[in-house]
């Protein structure tokens, strides 16, 4: 799996900052520091006022995630998608070690073999089809969710800090959380004022809304996130 940030809003924390003026200023603020614009942050967001993060926008370049994974991520519906076309892009160069292996598949022997066979077989009914003529977007119908894709995101800071929050949770799945892990650590060094406190819910709130079904690791998480 590789995030990369492909482009995001220049100055972001000054662009919310100066955003966040207009609210109580006759006039816009405009030429502020990084330290006025983080100050200023650092009160508005004090105060629950995280609408002023959506002036600002991240975009990502994902690669080597599952179609699991992608099913996941596109349910965050305030964000924009561009995925790879399984109905355009021919798959059948792919083989069984080129899907997405979960640890717990691949640490053991008689499962990993198991699940590479499978594989194996899906792609040779696929490949068999597109021989037989049928379109892509037809036979694509037999690959599993372990097939490898890649997707461009682009979210606003303030969807981010939503993404984090219940992605970044160890009670979400393994390889979503490695996604939004990575994404983290790239956008708090550009943006630290507004992601100082991001990860998951729990390093925000400083209790776990998941009640019974609390990972009980809870000052452990705080204590990880708030070293990044």
């Known amino acids: ?18 955003a966040a003026t207009v609210s109580y200023k006759k006039e816009n603020s405009t030429g502020l520091t990084l330290d006025e614009a983080r100050e200023l942050l650092d009160k508005f967001l004090g105060y629950g006022h ?49 899907f997405i292996i979960p640890e717990s598949i691949g640490n053991k022997h008689p499962t990993k073999s198991l699940f590479i066979n499978y594989l194996e077989q899906a792609l040779c009914c696929y490949k068999k089809l597109l021989n037989e003529g049928i379109p892509k977007e037809d036979a694509r ?16 800071a303030r969807e981010l800090l939503h993404f984090f929050a219940l992605r970044c949770c160890l009670r979400a799945q393994w390889e979503i959380r490695e996604l939004a892990n990575k994404m983290l650590d790239i956008v708090k060094p550009i943006a630290p004022s507004i992601f100082k406190r991001a990860g998951p819910s729990c390093v925000k709130l400083g ?8 990972c009980g690791e809870m000052d452990e998480v705080i204590k990880q996130y708030s070293s990044k």
């Open 50 to 98: 995280e609408s002023i993060l959506e002036h600002a926008s991240f975009t990502f370049y994902v690669s080597g995630i599952s179609r699991s994974c992608t099913h996941q991520l596109v349910r965050h519906r305030l964000a924009s998608y561009t995925q790879q076309s399984m109905r355009y892009v021919n798959l059948s160069k792919l083989n069984g070690e080129d």
């Open 207 to 214: 209790y776990c809304p998941e009640g019974e079904l609390t």
């Open 1 to 18: 799996m590789e995030a990369k940030l492909r482009a995001c809003t220049p100055d972001p924390e000054i662009t919310c900052a100066e």
């Open 141 to 156: 119908y037999v690959l599993p969710l372990a097939t490898p894709t890649n997707i461009v995101v682009t979210m606003n």
